[in-house]
């Protein structure tokens, strides 16, 4: 039970992550 | 079998089962619809299919392409409407397969409609078929995350709903990288990168639908104990769906849906524009988009902090600070850019937007709240409509108001004062809304079964 549980939050986690990082990159030339 | 495998009886948890695998199901499919927000990277390619490099005679213009994404979002409030009961009845493991088939699909019909060039195809692939993807993908967790988290309702179905704001800051660059990749002589990679994103979207999607699971009819979490005395306002009796409707608590919350999103939707629509005119020759358009990134993820932020907020400090509280907190944010805006300070500015806006996705994302509890779990899903389909009508009255009020200003010879850069302040007139519409909320009369309530 507790494999699965780490794998879906993974499953779920990296692409949000993922997405979270390339806005806040962009975000950044807000304040350069 | 494959009926038996998405039935709901099938999906109900064995003892011991651990309710946490049951929101990264949810996140899986609210992930993958909320790309719809993220559309727009679409819209200018759509313009480039035959002259690739720029638009050719026979290429579509940006208004006909702009109405993909506007069908899309009518079809996502109506089929919520339309489809709710349905959700409820065959469980969320057959409604998340039919979300996952609809926008997978909507987006092959849309590439057939790319290799073809016929607009309606991708209207009717996209706008209505996603569409429905996107309506019936938004509520079928709702309902299941309600009755697995009973003592922190707001977490459970922010945590989902952060994930339709996420899944823009997710497809944005991912629909860039893909039509870079695809990008040849021939083509600007649009077809490639539809037929691509349906695959993934659906694979993605049935994540959810293969690890979803409802609680058995008696189940509790261990140790939990039903409030004696319930709050004020949290309701312990049902309220079915056809008569939630006829209650005077519908169309306040209705109302405090569409006025809430009213006012945070006109400005995301406006965004980079906007702070590009405030700040006329400071901003420019690469870092407007930062700015349009950067108030999107606290739109994402906003849904699970303010969802799981509520669950301390209750949902007619949440919503009050929306609107109170709301009000004195877009009524200093106009002073915000006289004095000139961007980093001012860009605090406002994050923090109006992060309630914008507050306000969608403790909805669902406030409706379990007034109208108890029985068939919570299906009412939030039914409320789903005033994001429908706040889609259309926020963009237009900003859009026109501030055309308006201009015509009549108002700088640009002070064009957007009255629409804050008409924004602001619309929270304190959804003010009194909140504000007169009282219990659902006992007449209301839901006498049968509700195993």
Redesign the interface.
Known sequence: ?IG??VF??T??GI??L???M???Q??????Q | MTASFLDREITVAPVGFNRFLVPPAALAVHLSIGQAYAFSTFNLPLTKLIGITHSAPGDWDLKQVGWIFSIAIVFLGSSAAVFGRWVERAGPRKSMFTAALCFGGGFLVSAFGIHLHQLWLIYLGYGVLGGCGLGIGYISPVSTLIKWFPDRPGMATGMAIMGFGGGALIAAPLSVMLMDHFKTATSNGVLETFVTMGVIYFMYMMIGVYSVRVPAHDWKPAGWVAPLKPKQLVTTANVAVDMAWRTPQFWLLWGVLCMNVSAGIGVIGQASPMIQEIFAGRVSPAVAASFVGLISLFNMVGRIFWASTSDYIGRRNTYMIFFLLGIVLYSSVPTLGHLGSIPLFVAAFCIILSMYGGGFATIPAYLRDMFGTYQVGAIHGRLLTAWSVAGVLGPVLVNYIRQYQIDNGVPKAQAYSITMYIMCGLLLIGFLCNFAMRPVNEKYHYRGSTS
């Open positions: 039970m699965r549980l879906l939050w499953v779920v692409p949000l993922w997405g979270v390339k806005t806040l962009n975000a950044l030339k807000l304040f």
